[in-house]
């Protein structure tokens, strides 16, 4: 089997590592640890410890004791004390940390307690720091404030020194296909693609790189972007030409659900082939719109599948 890694933190890492779980292929995801806020926030300033809550996610989404498991992980404490809005999984993966003294393990042990297919791996045993320059020239710190401050972000870096796991170097060294995305652009995808040796690794991987592009924009990361746009400031990040295909939606939103994103400010990222194609990228467009609650999501197994027929044309 394929080995394939995908890179990302928040809700569309999660989505996607559902939908590839159920296609024949070796997975290791690699997950941002930069979150200050909610729960994993309060457990980082109270334990001292990188981030946990995108891991839980990540941990749900590829159990195969589906759903009890992200009953258990995803159960929020509704209580007058300290426990309150707590994740059972964070929580968890708190007690794991400090028994192992490291989140590496600490996922190890879990995933076979959960039965986890693949690997979960963060990108940093370190307490990754986020900070955002803005094009108005504000400097905010911290990557909850990033995203509550809905400016236009003209670069993003670590506070301070972030190192990569060996672990983390290995899986990438040994992919078949790396996928960076599904997930906000400066506050989850390119938080792992920062540190120095990450981008060395990263271009001096023989694998394929493919972009899986949102589809819709956030206020204050991507306003404004097409599919294009993404692409040139993920290889700004790690280095020209990086990215070799890109799997975009091609259906449009219907009109009602862009209506209600006008209140968040965002709109449908603009798939431009003739801006693709002039920079060399590879381009699978395809259906991949799910409407949940509202909102417009991919749809986990449409996306996978358009990865694993790619994956077996290699």
Known sequence: ???????????????????????????????????????????????????VGDLRNVLVSLSEAEPLVEDLLQYRFNTYSDLDKHAMGNLLLTAMYNITGSLTKSLESLSKIFNIKGKVLPITEDKAILVAHTTDGKTIEGESKITKAGKHIKKIEYKNRVRVTPEVLEAVHDADLIIVGIGSLYTSIIPNLLPREMKKALMNSSAKKMYICNIMSEHGETDGYSVSDCVKQINKYVGKNFIDIVLANKKKVPDEILELYKNEKASQIMLDKEELKKMGVELISADLLSIKNNQARHDNVKTALEVFTYLTKE
């Open 1 to 51: 089997m394929k080995n394939v890694v995908v890179i990302g933190g928040g809700t569309g890492l999660s989505t996607l590592l559902r939908g590839l779980k159920l296609f024949p292929m070796n997975i290791t995801a690699i997950v941002t640890v930069a979150d200050d806020g909610a729960s994993s926030g309060r457990l980082r300033r109270e334990f001292d410890i990188p981030a």
